[in-house]
């Protein structure tokens, strides 16, 4: 993986501590440590639009970190198209007729590649997640999906997905109409064993799909199955409280079924970070243990939490520094905050702000 620096999210004069879980603290922590930073993208976002390209592994945070910048200077400003959610979401136009044939239309009118457009069409209708779509057809389905939508800056999470795809990402934003705006790479890198231990832990409401992470992020009370001899957490929604959470079939065995989706992954970061001509931010998610205590302040670091079941079958929770082996250097991983810190921070360098 190409060296990607680590940012220092210290602020000399804030040595407030904040609770990165809470929305309101999330937003004070934002303020305290970029809030110039802040208000000038916010004002460059009022007239002014960008592209970026996503580019990390599977389950790196690409989501997440999209959704909390959207937080930190509005919604109204930042949309995060996911090229897996559209193509997914096409699934289901696919069942009603009427949406279907205008789909079709529209494909005639704007689709241009060498695969015939009846043979991609058929690569639609009969898609396999373990074949991958022309890439022309793939440009004139999110040409669609931005046209739907007002004029905002577009984070793009799912393309370039091949080796081949880069060189259509660097005159991509001619296709959708944004002609005149700075086109930008975000390349995040994340060790890998976060990813496996996030995809092991992971939890998920079988009602309301909320999402939690029985060693990173439990829920407030955790319980303990007897007859499994295991941990499990309740639901916290605050409209789906106290349902079981399950682990996905399939989330035992982490990152093992997506290896060569994470090699091939790795590859486009790799690529990419060779470019010339385009802005690159350089997301790092985990910093090495010996230089945290300069870098970072204690709470933005990602905490591990281990459970104790006590006598009377009570569970108690206690709280650490989680670490990791990045590379064969003992790391710390980062709460997504102080990534998003540092993507807010960057974003205003490259764009000259």
Not at 36 to 53: D, Q, V
Not at 111 to 129: C, E, F, K, M
Not at 219 to 242: H, V
Not at 269 to 285: D, T
Request: aromatic letters at 8%.
């Amino acid at each position: 993986m190409a060296d990607f620096p680590v940012f220092k999210t210290k602020v000399i004069g804030v040595d407030q501590k904040f609770d990165l879980t809470n929305p309101e603290e999330r937003k004070r922590y934002f303020e305290a440590k970029a809030g110039e930073n802040i208000i000038k993208l916010r004002n460059y976002l009022k007239e002014n639009t960008f592209i970026a390209y996503l580019l990390g592994k599977k389950n790196s945070g690409k989501g997440t970190y999209t959704k909390m910048l959207g937080e930190v200077v509005g919604p109204e400003y930042i949309e995060h198209l996911s090229v897996g959610d559209m193509v997914r979401g096409i699934d289901e136009e696919l069942k009603d007729e009427e949406k279907k044939n205008a789909l079709y239309e529209f494909l005639k009118v704007n689709y241009r590649g060498w695969v015939p457009l009846d043979d991609a069409w058929q690569a639609l209708i009969n898609r396999s997640t373990k074949v991958l779509l022309p890439t022309e057809l793939i440009l004139a389905l999110v040409k669609r999906e931005i046209s739907r939508k007002s004029k905002k800056t577009v984070f793009i999470d799912g393309f370039p997905r091949e080796l081949d795809q880069i060189s259509y990402s660097l005159f991509f934003r001619d296709l959708i109409g944004y002609r005149d705006d700075q086109d930008i790479f975000v390349l995040i890198n994340v060790p890998e064993t976060v990813i496996d231990e996030r995809i092991k832990w992971r939890r998920i409401c079988p009602n309301c799909q909320t999402s939690r992470n029985l060693k990173l992020l439990p829920t407030p009370n955790p319980g303990f199955d007897e007859e499994k001899q295991g941990f499990y957490l309740l639901c916290d929604n605050p409209n789906c409280q106290n349902v079981r959470m399950v682990q996905k079939e399939g989330d035992e065995l982490g990152i093992a079924p997506i290896r060569e989706r994470l090699i091939t992954d790795g590859q486009l970061i790799e690529k990419s970070f060779s470019l010339h001509g385009i802005p690159k931010v350089l997301l790092r998610n985990a910093v090495p243990v010996d230089d945290a205590k300069n870098l970072m302040d204690d709470y933005e670091l990602t905490p591990e939490f281990i459970m104790n079941k006590e006598a009377g079958g009570k569970v108690t929770v206690k709280e650490k520094p989680w670490i990791i082996d990045d590379n064969g250097v003992p790391s710390y991983s980062l709460m997504p905050p102080a990534v998003v810190l540092s993507l807010i921070k960057q974003l205003v360098s490259v764009l000259g702000l």
